[in-house]
């Protein structure tokens, strides 16, 4: 197999765009996932892999893994140690990257069911946040996870990364706000979280179903218009100092009360 070494290969060229730019992602319809683990989910996940690069040194490392990816992806490259430091997001990469087809989950938003129990994400920033929501959601068995258009990518490498796989599975869609989602959606019993002594407590709230609970930005919350399109406001009681909790915490902590 050739050995990829010059930057300026029209493969190496577009993963180092998708890696840095959220524009080029959304236009080209293709994202980047980095780490042995993460790349074998893609594929055990089914994921439309379009190309696969691993380092000199990953290929022999991890031979048994290489010759997996390399037949299941569209195309596979075996790129210098150098040009692959390039391509990467992380700072001590373990040699294997995948340009991956954008999925398509909104199908399992077209019909809601008895049971359901979504988490919708309003104005969230923060990437490692993000990230770590997608894999606990996941983990939790939550059923999707409606995202406002103002979010941050959730095909961003970090993102990615930090889902743990969570991305290529579990469903999600994007929506121009969340008010305009719940409006549409009225079917769905819906709360908002907040921090207000007014609102009810979560460890004494029953999550009707189908429902869904909305988190807001980690600076300033939910937007009004979301807080007003939900039926209920839900708050985390707190007995410590503490004023307010990091976004991916609370959201954690909500899915869980919701799922249990």
Same mark, same amino acid.
């Given at each position: ?71 299941? %992806?569209?195309? *596979?490259? &075996?790129? @210098? ?10 700072? $001590? #990469? ?95 019993? %819906?709360?908002? *979280?907040? &921090?207000? @002594? ?10 009707? $179903? #189908? ?50």
């Amino acid at each position: 197999m050739t050995i990829l070494s010059s930057k300026d290969n029209s493969n190496i060229k577009n993963a180092v765009r998708l890696r840095k730019s959220a524009k080029h992602r959304r236009e080209s319809g293709l994202f980047i996932a980095e780490g042995v683990r993460i790349c074998i989910d893609a594929m055990l996940s089914k994921a439309d892999i379009d190309t696969f690069f691993a380092s000199e040194k990953a290929a022999a490392k991890y031979a048994y893994e290489f010759e997996q990816l390399r037949k299941y %992806s569209a195309k *596979a490259f &075996v790129v @210098s140690d150098k040009i692959f430091n390039q391509i990467c997001d992380t700072e $001590s #990469p373990q040699g294997f990257l995948c340009v991956i087809k954008a999925l398509d989950k909104s199908g399992s938003f077209d019909k809601i069911k008895t049971g359901d129990k979504f988490l919708a994400l309003d104005n969230l920033q923060d990437p490692s946040n993000l990230g770590t929501i997608l894999r606990t959601a996941e983990a939790l068995n939550v059923t999707g996870v409606v995202l406002s258009d103002d979010c941050c990518d959730i095909y961003s490498p970090k993102v990615v990364r930090g889902s743990m796989g969570a991305v290529f599975r579990l469903p999600f869609v994007v929506s121009t706000s969340i008010a305009e989602y719940l409006n549409t959606h009225s079917e769905l019993e %819906s709360y908002a *979280a907040v &921090v207000s @002594s007014s609102a009810d407590k979560i460890t004494e709230t029953s999550f009707a $179903s #189908p429902c869904i609970v909305a988190v807001g930005n980690e600076g300033n919350g939910l937007k009004e218009d979301t807080i007003s399109a939900c039926k209920h406001k839900i708050t985390i009681p707190m007995t410590g100092r503490a004023e307010s909790l990091n976004a991916a915490v609370a959201a954690s902590i909500i899915m869980w009360e919701m799922m249990k």
